[in-house]
Structures are given as structure tokens and as C-alpha cells.
């Protein structure tokens, strides 16, 4: 029985044997199909070929039966890597640093929720709730509403023109007496000002009384004598009183027929000595200032109202402003004029406002916050928290399914702190994201690392342009031809975008680079061929102009020589 066993399993060993010698391969391991080369520091680098990347790093195979970013399926939704957030092209399958950076790698999970939405032709992102409620990210229907809007300003005080006078002599003389001995001190129309003795004024005194007197003698004269008279007396009453002597004081002289050898000036206003120009003594010349009164009953305010919003302003509308001095305490006037001339230097319209001042608590050169109220209007509108500015496009992110966002371009009209207006981009009822909408920003960049501008994609919906910038990927001819050469802008977000720039020799270049990162990897820029060093200042544009002479390849790179491009120079 033993021995029959034995013999079995020897029959089957050996024909176990013979199986695998004959037939090896179904119990080899299949060979591994490449389906390209690639630098997993360039976004969309890929090559048919094993060798080096333009950034000089050796490219390693990308297998058929690999899961990547790009190819995920239901199989790997619930897989995890490690990323940068200033980096999403990087992917580590453990912790460590960002290779370009420095900065530590966060963790990522890929979202289930994702497989039932197209995100590529969405250009959107995808939460799962979990992320929703840590991210506080919340929605608002687009609806409309009616917006009261209000346009703020800061000003300040002035004297009102027309209630501002300058006291000066119609007659040379000196200044016996004066009445108003300091600045700020009150007066009232019809008060003594000064006493001036003047040669002048005693001669047109003199002249009077002898035309006074010669009309009285000649009453009886012929009637073109007496005209004649008459006719003198009353040029030398017109000077006496062009030369600021009153009524009252001209019908003394009738009456006295005594020459005043001093004569008292009067106030034409009432108001405050704003300026003291003369002393007692002092012998002035016909036209000088000796005060400058100012009635500070009415005053003017000029605000300086910025371009965006001297649309809503209109002459009449009332003005409430605030000061310093009087926090708790509103004065209300209105708009009497808006300057026709824009301020080139402050990019400012001055608008002119008056306001009642009885209290004389409003003083010239005090600062004031003013607000304008704008009628109202009924409009559609999202909340103003949900707007994203990049400088030069406002986005929302807008729920086209549940959880499931994506970017819209959206033009803006007039805005309050708690809406704004939707000129075109948006329709009634569609939801956007009222928080949390930079959270998701990010999150699209971490879903989508091949973009260097989650943005980018974006089209004009009136011109149907690509704007700023195209895909890393792809070519970039220079946006605009000029008469002393080619102009390009480039982006500097992890990598130059365009990265290969053909220009032609002879012609003076300008590259215009933005850096949009914080990233220390790119804080500058170096052209080694043609000796040029720049630092590039986060989120500013740095301009660099030269002539290359000669065709062929001119690279450069950031200061460590991981993010690089070139220009091709041709004929």
C-alpha cells in the first residue's frame, strides 16, 4: 500500500516537471509593455525614448500597467500619494521634501466621487463631503436683488470760494489805527476795519464839498450851468464811494462839510481775519491785501473719488461725512461739482461738496470720511465673498453638480460688502461657492497638477481668446509683434510657461516674466550665455531687453538650474 503511494506522487512530480520544462512561460513573468518616458518634475513631459529632460534630469518609463494621475480608474480612486502644494506635479508614494522647493509633501487621496464626472471637459474639481465640511465650503444661489450701494471717500475742508474776501486799499495811505489786531478774530459786515490817513482821500473829500458848494451858488444860473454843476457833484460822490466811503459817511459830509483828515475803512463781510498782512503804521499802496476774511458759515469739502466710482456720483446728491474731531456726529451736504479732469498722478476725480457750518465745527485743511449713497437698483447678484480676483479676471466657482465645481469668468459691476453685481458670466439660480472657494482653488490644482494655471483654460466669452497664457505644453509664439522686435511674457509657476520662445536674430528682445509663487527655486533668473542675472519679485513682472546677433539656442534657468528654458534664435 506504502509502496503504491510513493510510486503516485513520483508519477506526478515528474510530470510536474516535464509540464514546466516544456511550457515555461506561463509561469514566467510577462514582460513589461513601456508606454512612454517622462521627467515627473515637467508637467506633460513625455518622450518615445529613455534620455534626458529639458531640466537635465535622466526620464524613467511609465508602464502599461501602472496607475498614474492621468489614467486613474475606479480601481485606484482610493489611492494615496504625496504631493506639493506649491508643486502638484510632484507625486511621492511616501513623505518627504518637494524636490523643487523644499517644502514638505502633504498627503493626497484620490476621490471616488470623481469617477462620475468628467473633470477634464469640466475643467472643475471634485470633494468628497468629508472635504466639504473641513473646508467650511458653503453656496449661494445667484438671484436678484435690490443693491443699495454706497461710495465712500476721504476729503477735506476748504473755504468757500465765494464767502472768501480780501480787504485791500482803494487809496494809498497810512494805517493810523487797525481794529482787527489777529488772525481768527471775528468781524461783522459794516464794522470798522481801519483808520488811514490819505492825501488822496482828504483831496476827494475837498473836491465834494467845493462841487457841493458850486452847485449851491449857481442855482440860479442858467439851466446848462446848473446841469453842468450837478453833473460834477455827482462824479466826485462816485469816486468817494468806488473808494469805499459809505452812504453814510458821504451824507456827513453834506451836512458838516468838514474834510475827515482820517478815514475809517469798513468790513464788506462778515466773517473770521483767516490772514493778517499789515501793522499799524504801515503805509500801503492802492490794491494791497491788508486782511483776508473768510465767512466759514458755509465751507467746501473736495473728495477725491476713484475712477470706479465716479459713475455713481451726480450733482445734488447728498454727502454725509465723519470726522475725527466729532466721531459720533454727521454732517450732511451735497455734490455742487465734479472736476471734468482726471488726476493723472493720483488717478483720482476731484469732486467739489458744501456744507452748512453754523457751528463753525468744520475747519479748513480738516481731513473727513465721506459716503455717498447710490439710488438703488435691482440686479443680479452673488456674494461678494464668493469672487476670486487674479488681477486680471474675476472667477466664481460654481456647483454644476453635487460637490462637483467648476471655474466661470465673471464680468463685475457695482459691489457693496456684502454683494456684487453680475454684468455677464452668471445665470439666475445656478449656486456658487460662498466660502471656501480658495480652498477649492487649491484642491483643482492638487486634482490637476499637469496646469500650471488652473485658470488657464478659461476662454474669453466674447472673443472666444485664450488668455495670458497657453498650456505648459504647448508652443508659444510672442504675443505681439512690434517694430523693434519680439515681446513675450512668460509665467513662472513652477516652470517657464512658454518654455522654448523662437526669436529672430538682429531684432531687440523683451521677455516680460511673472512670477506667480513664493517658491524660493525661482526667485531669479539667469541667462548665462549673455551674462544676465535678475531676481524676479513675487507676483510682479520684471522686464529684461537684449539683441541676440547670432542664430542658434540661448538657455537660461532659475539661480539652482532645476527650471529651465531657451530661446532658439533664427534667421
Known amino acids: 500500500m506504502k509502496k503504491n503511494v510513493i510510486i503516485g506522487l513520483a508519477m506526478v512530480l515528474l510530470a510536474g516537471a516535464v509540464i514546466v520544462f516544456i511550457y515555461p512561460k506561463p509561469f514566467s513573468k510577462p514582460e513589461r509593455k513601456v508606454l512612454y518616458w517622462t521627467d515627473s518634475m515637467i508637467p506633460g513631459d513625455r518622450s518615445d525614448h529613455p534620455g534626458k529632460s529639458p531640466m537635465g534630469m535622466d526620464r524613467t518609463p511609465v508602464y502599461a500597467d501602472e496607475s498614474s494621475p492621468a489614467l486613474s480608474t475606479e480601481a485606484d480612486a482610493d489611492s494615496t500619494y504625496y504631493t506639493c502644494p506649491m508643486h502638484p506635479s510632484v507625486h511621492k508614494d511616501k513623505p518627504g521634501a518637494c524636490p523643487v522647493c523644499g517644502m514638505a509633501l502633504v498627503k493626497k487621496s484620490s476621490q471616488r466621487e470623481a469617477a462620475n464626472v468628467n473633470l477634464a471637459n469640466l475643467n472643475g474639481v471634485s470633494l468628497s463631503s468629508t472635504q466639504r465640511v473641513m473646508a467650511n465650503v458653503t453656496t449661494a444661489t445667484v438671484e436678484r436683488k435690490t443693491l443699495k450701494k454706497e461710495v465712500t471717500a476721504v476729503g477735506v475742508v476748504d473755504f468757500a470760494e465765494p464767502n472768501y474776501l480780501r480787504i485791500s486799499m482803494r487809496f494809498s495811505g497810512r494805517l493810523d489805527k487797525l481794529y482787527l489786531t489777529y488772525t481768527g478774530q471775528a468781524v461783522r459786515k459794516g464794522d470798522p476795519v481801519a483808520d488811514v490817513f490819505s492825501p488822496e482821500a482828504i483831496s476827494a473829500q475837498q473836491e465834494y464839498v467845493l462841487a457841493l458848494e458850486s452847485r449851491e451858488q449857481l442855482r440860479d444860473a442858467p439851466e446848462d450851468v446848473v446841469a453842468g454843476a450837478a453833473d460834477l457833484l455827482n462824479q466826485a460822490r462816485q469816486k468817494l464811494l468806488r473808494w469805499g466811503f459809505t452812504e453814510q459817511q458821504v451824507k456827513r459830509l453834506d451836512e458838516t462839510r468838514e474834510i475827515a483828515r482820517t478815514v475809517t475803512m469798513l468790513s464788506p463781510i462778515s466773517g473770521t481775519v483767516v490772514k493778517k498782512n499789515v501793522d499799524p503804521q504801515h503805509y ?14 458755509t465751507v467746501w469739502i473736495y473728495l477725491d473719488m476713484y475712477e470706479k466710482d465716479i459713475r455713481f456720483v451726480r450733482v445734488g446728491q447728498t454727502v454725509r461725512t465723519t470726522t475725527e474731531a466729532y466721531p459720533n456726529e454727521t454732517f450732511v451736504g451735497r455734490v ?13 476725480v476731484r469732486v467739489r461738496t458744501e456744507f452748512p457750518n453754523p457751528g463753525g465745527k468744520l475747519k479748513p485743511n480738516m481731513y473727513v470720511k465721506a459716503l455717498i449713497a447710490v439710488p438703488s437698483m435691482n440686479t443680479l447678484v452673488v456674494p461678494a465673498s464668493s469672487i476670486m480676483s487674479t488681477g486680471k479676471r474675476n472667477v466664481v466657482w460654481v456647483e ?19 454683494y456684487a453685481e453680475v454684468v455677464s458670466g452668471l445665470n439666475e439660480g445656478e449656486r456658487v461657492a460662498e466660502t471656501g472657494g480658495f480652498l477649492i482653488d487649491s484642491e483643482s490644482a492638487l486634482q490637476r497638477p499637469g496646469e500650471t494655471d488652473v485658470h488657464a483654460s478659461h476662454t474669453d ?7 495670458f497664457f497657453a498650456r505648459p505644453s504647448e508652443y508659444v509664439k510672442p504675443l505681439e509683434k512690434h517694430a523693434d522686435g519680439n515681446e513675450v511674457e512668460i509665467l513662472v509657476k513652477g516652470r ?32 548665462e550665455s549673455l551674462g544676465i542675472r535678475r531676481r ?9 531687453v537684449f539683441t541676440p546677433s547670432d542664430t542658434g539656442e540661448i538657455p537660461f534657468s532659475c539661480g539652482m538650474g532645476m527650471v529651465r528654458g531657451k530661446l532658439i534664435v533664427e534667421k
Open 496 to 527: 517657464y510657461t512658454p518654455e522654448v520662445i523662437h526669436v529672430k536674430a538682429g531684432e531687440p528682445v523683451t521677455l516680460h516674466f511673472y512670477r506667480d509663487e513664493d517658491a524660493d527655486c525661482t526667485n531669479e533668473v539667469v541667462f
Open 400 to 418: 454644476v453638480q453635487p460637490n462637483s465645481f467648476e471655474p466661470r469668468d465673471v464680468m463685475i459691476g457695482a459691489s457693496t460688502e456684502a
Open 461 to 467: 466669452k466674447k472673443t472666444g481668446a485664450q488668455e
Open 536 to 544: 524676479l519679485p513675487a507676483r510682479e513682472t520684471t522686464t529684461i
Open 284 to 297: 500801503a499802496a492802492m490794491g494791497e491785501d491788508i486782511y483776508d476774511v473768510a465767512d466759514l458759515s
Open 336 to 348: 455742487a461739482f465734479i472736476d471734468p479732469v482726471l488726476n493723472a498722478d493720483t488717478r483720482t
